[in-house]
C-alpha cells in the first residue's frame, strides 16, 4: 500500500514564524498535493505538483509556497504564518499525471498559529 | 467552475438499516469518481471508486453511477455505528491533467 507520511501530528507555531510542513510517499508517485481542511470550507487546494522541481498554485496559494526537489518530497512553506492559517493540513499523492485512481493522504498536520 | 454538491447533513439512520449519501456533479465530461470516509480528525480514506455507469458492490458499500444525470451515490447496508462519519465525493473532471473536486461532504450517524 501506498505510504503518505507528514512528519508532525500536531503543532503549535506563534504569528510571523516561518513554518515548514514535511511530506513524503514512498510508492514513486509524480503527482503529489497540499490541501487545507476547515469546518463548513471542505477541502482547498493550496498548491500540487507533477514533477520534481515543478509546482502550480491551486486555489488558494497567498501565504504559502512549496518546495519539490525530490520526487519523494513535498513540502509546503508557510512565509510568516499568520493567525488565519490555523488549520488541518493533508498532503496527498498519485500516479502519474492523467492517471484515474483516487489520491492517497496523510494522516494530516493540525497546526495551530498563536 | 467544475463543482461537486453533497448535502452537508447530519444523515442520521439507525443500525442495521441503508445509508443512502449523494453526490451530483457540474461537469459533463467527468469519467472518474471517488468517495471517501473521514472520520473525525482523520484524514479522508478511499473507499470506492466508479467509472462506469451503473452499480459497483464492495462488501456493504455499493457505488451507483448516473453519467446522463451527472449524479452519483454511495449506499451503505447493514449501517454500524462504527460507520459514523463523513464522507467525501470526489470528481476527476474530463482533460488531461485535472485535478480532483471534492465535494463538502455528508456527515453521517449511525445510531445504535
Known amino acids: 500500500d501506498v505510504k503518505v507520511t507528514q512528519s508532525s501530528r500536531y503543532l503549535v507555531k506563534r504569528t510571523g514564524e516561518k513554518v515548514f510542513l514535511e511530506c513524503v510517499q514512498d510508492m514513486d508517485h509524480e503527482n503529489m498535493f497540499w490541501y487545507r481542511q476547515d469546518p463548513g470550507l471542505g477541502l482547498r487546494l493550496i498548491y500540487f505538483s507533477y514533477d520534481v522541481k515543478m509546482k502550480e498554485k491551486g486555489d488558494i496559494p497567498e501565504g504559502y509556497s512549496v518546495s519539490r526537489e525530490k520526487k519523494e518530497r513535498f513540502s509546503l512553506i508557510l512565509e510568516s504564518a499568520s493567525t488565519n492559517q490555523t488549520s488541518m493540513y493533508l498532503c496527498?499523492?498519485?500516479?502519474?499525471?492523467?492517471?484515474?485512481?483516487?489520491?492517497?493522504f496523510g494522516s494530516g498536520t493540525r497546526l495551530t498559529v498563536v | 467552475q467544475k463543482e461537486v454538491e453533497q448535502n452537508s447533513g447530519p444523515l442520521s439512520v439507525p443500525e442495521g438499516a441503508i445509508a443512502s449519501l449523494n453526490c451530483t456533479y457540474s461537469d459533463r465530461v467527468s469519467q472518474s469518481f471517488f468517495w471517501y470516509r473521514q472520520y473525525s480528525g482523520k484524514s479522508p480514506e478511499l473507499i470506492m471508486s466508479i467509472y462506469s455507469n451503473g452499480d459497483k458492490e464492495d462488501g456493504r458499500f455499493t457505488a451507483q453511477l448516473n453519467k446522463a444525470s451527472q449524479y452519483v451515490s454511495l449506499l451503505i447496508r447493514d449501517s454500524q455505528p462504527s460507520d459514523s462519519a463523513t464522507y467525501l465525493c470526489?470528481?476527476?473532471?474530463?482533460?488531461?491533467?485535472?485535478?480532483?473536486?471534492f465535494g463538502p461532504g455528508t456527515r453521517l450517524s449511525v445510531l445504535p
Open positions: 496527498a499523492s498519485s500516479p502519474q499525471k492523467g492517471a484515474i485512481v483516487g489520491y492517497t
Open positions: 470526489a470528481v476527476r473532471p474530463g482533460g488531461v491533467g485535472q485535478n480532483f473536486v
